[in-house]
Structure formats: C-alpha cells, structure tokens
C-alpha cells in the first residue's frame, strides 16, 4: 500500500471515530428500572437546537396515565427518593398550567395501554445535557399516577414506579 493510501485510510478512520464520539456527546440515555429492579425500557435524551428530544420506550408498566418527569438527582435507590425532585434549576414552580412554572423537568404525561408498553416522544424545551450533567447528575421517573399539571412541588402523581439515572 502506498503511503498516500495508508494516510487516506488512517484520516478516514479518525473521521469516523470523531463522528461517533461527537455522536456519544450529544446523546444519552437512562436505563428504567421498577421498584423490583427489573427493566422496564429505556428513555433516550438526544439533544437538538433550542433543547432535548426525549424518547422513552417502556414495557411492564401499570394501564393508565402516569407522570414522567426528569428528576434533579441521578440516583435510583428503590423506593426511588433518592432521585430527589423535579429537575428545577430556575427555582420554578411546578405544573405546565402554572402561570409561574414550570420545573424544568416536566414532562407531558404518558398514558400506558393494556399491553403496558409505549414509546413517546417529547420536547424538552431549553434543556441541554451538560444542565443535566452537572454535580449530582439526574435522572428519569415514571410516577404512580398522572399528573395534575398544576399541584406544587409535584403535580400529585403518587409514589414513584419506575427511574432510571442518565447516562452519556
């Protein structure tokens, strides 16, 4: 092989070895896991302009509308209050209907069909993965109940089921 040959390899290899880390650094993902510690799916945090695009793929879950949220401690220790509150960063006040909110960290609802497995997809508006990054990391919950989009600090959603913590 020819030295020019051999450095047009070798640079392409580099190229794509700089793709995929540019790849792993705009992506991230939490592992769900239940009160059991079985899995329960996957939620993908992939950022974007203007914030992340969520995409949560679970299995197993209880029929019915549930609160999903991203919480401000990466930390999944059962019954899951070491994933601490809603990600707030700006001191809001919770609830998408809130006139003064809302957590940073708030999500739309997912609403889980009989089988008990969905896939969403949300917009997690001016967020980037280095906010979640940051000294104590955070993570992914699937909470008992819906949210009310309203009730502070926690829209009501009952116990908490299902947490994953984020992950590059």
Not at 14 to 26: D, I, K, L, M
Not at 42 to 66: D, F, K, M, Y
Not at 114 to 128: H, I, M, R
């Amino acid at each position: 092989m020819s030295i020019f040959k051999l450095i047009t390899v070798c640079a392409a290899l580099v190229g794509v070895g700089a793709a995929a880390a540019s790849a792993q650094e705009t992506a991230a993902t939490a592992g769900m896991q239940n009160l059991d510690g079985q899995s329960v799916g996957q939620v993908r945090l992939q950022e974007a302009p203007n914030g992340l695009i969520v995409t949560a793929e679970l299995t197993g879950l209880p029929e019915g509308p549930h609160g999903f949220h991203i919480h401000a401690v990466g930390e999944c220790e059962p019954p899951f209050q070491s994933a601490g509150g809603h990600f707030n960063p700006d001191d809001h006040l919770h609830g998408m209907e809130n006139p003064q909110g809302k957590h940073a960290g708030d999500l739309p609802n997912i609403h889980v069909p009989a089988s008990g497995e969905l896939t969403v997809e949300y917009f997690a508006v001016g967020l980037t993965l280095d906010d979640l990054f940051d000294d104590d990391g955070s993570s992914m919950m699937v909470h008992a109940g819906a949210d009310d989009y309203a009730s502070d600090p926690a829209g009501n959603a009952g116990d908490r089921i299902a947490c994953g913590v984020v992950s590059r």
